[in-house]
Nanobody, 117 residues
Framework: QVHLVESGGDLVQPGGSLRLSCADPGIIFELYTMRWFRQTPGKERELVASIGHNGTTMYSDSAKGRFTISRDNAKYTAYLQMTSLKPEDTAVYYC???????????WGQGTLVAVSS
């Protein structure tokens, strides 16, 4: 059973940084593509970044140059390092795991990032 747990959300001032974590020691972590999404009230969940089992990364236009996704398979954890945060980055951030062989995707419970002065 996949049970993703996100952490690291917080209130931060504009221009600040945060690192989000997504962990699940109960799975063979390297067999999953890991993604970060975010969602604000009234809007659809949007993809922020993804990292494949081989380390290949992809970023949304809003994340490029400011966010870095990474993974540590030995620690069963994916990370999203966010810098130069803006008020428009305020959202609930969700971690997603998709098996590399396809099939059902799994979601974490979300962690709130609030960017405000």
């Amino acid at each position: 059973q996949v049970h993703l747990v996100e952490s690291g959300g917080d209130l931060v001032q504009p221009g600040g940084s945060l690192r989000l974590s997504c962990a699940d020691p109960g799975i063979i972590f390297e067999l999953y593509t890991m993604r970060w999404f975010r969602q604000t009230p009234g809007k659809e969940r949007e993809l922020v970044a993804s990292i494949g089992h081989n380390g290949t990364t992809m970023y949304s236009d809003s994340a490029k140059g400011r966010f870095t996704i990474s993974r540590d398979n030995a620690k069963y954890t994916a990370y999203l390092q966010m810098t130069s945060l803006k008020p428009e980055d305020t959202a609930v951030y969700y971690c997603q795991a998709e098996p590399i062989i396809g099939g059902r995707v799994f979601w974490g419970q979300g962690t709130l990032v609030a960017v405000s002065s």
